[in-house]
């Protein structure tokens, strides 16, 4: 079952959360849940048993999307399902309810991103109809103390 969060799931959901972003702080996820909280983005966490088994973090991108030729793009910021729980459909359903969440504003494209590196969430993103459409190298330069 796919429910929007709230703060009785906290703990599933930071669980989750720190297996797909291993870096994050508690104050990032503190972050995400208040724009949760303030309607900016949106949780949707996948239940079974009333244990929280994957979830998707959605928002509304306002500025350049690559590959999209609208603005106001749905966006997906970040999803993940326990590896317990992998091949059983449960991250097509996330998709498929921040779709119908992002139909009902009137949104008509989404967009994501995953690291170069990960073929697992690239194999997945084509398989549900996602279309790649650019690939990047990030790089930065030390100029000061």
């Known amino acids: 079952m796919i429910i929007e969060y ?6 599933g959901y930071t669980r989750l959360i720190k297996l797909l972003w291993n870096s994050i702080e508690d104050k990032d996820i503190n972050e995400i849940i208040l724009e949760h909280e303030l309607n900016k983005d949106k949780i949707f966490i996948a239940m079974l048993d009333e244990e929280v088994i994957g979830f998707i973090n959605v928002s509304l991108r306002n500025d350049y999307v690559e590959g999209c030729s609208t603005k106001g793009v749905g966006y997906i910021e970040g999803i993940y399902v326990c590896e317990t729980h992998r091949r059983n459909k449960v991250a097509y359903e996330l998709v498929n309810h921040a779709i ?13 991103d ?16 996602f279309k790649e459409v650019e690939r990047n190298v990030h790089y930065i330069m030390k100029i000061g103390d």
């Open 100 to 112: 119908d969440f992002f139909k009902s504003m009137g949104i008509s494209e989404i967009g994501s």
């Open 114 to 129: 995953t690291d170069i590196s990960n073929e697992m969430s690239q194999f997945f993103h084509k398989a549900i109809g």
């Open 6 to 11: 709230n703060k009785k799931y906290l703990s």
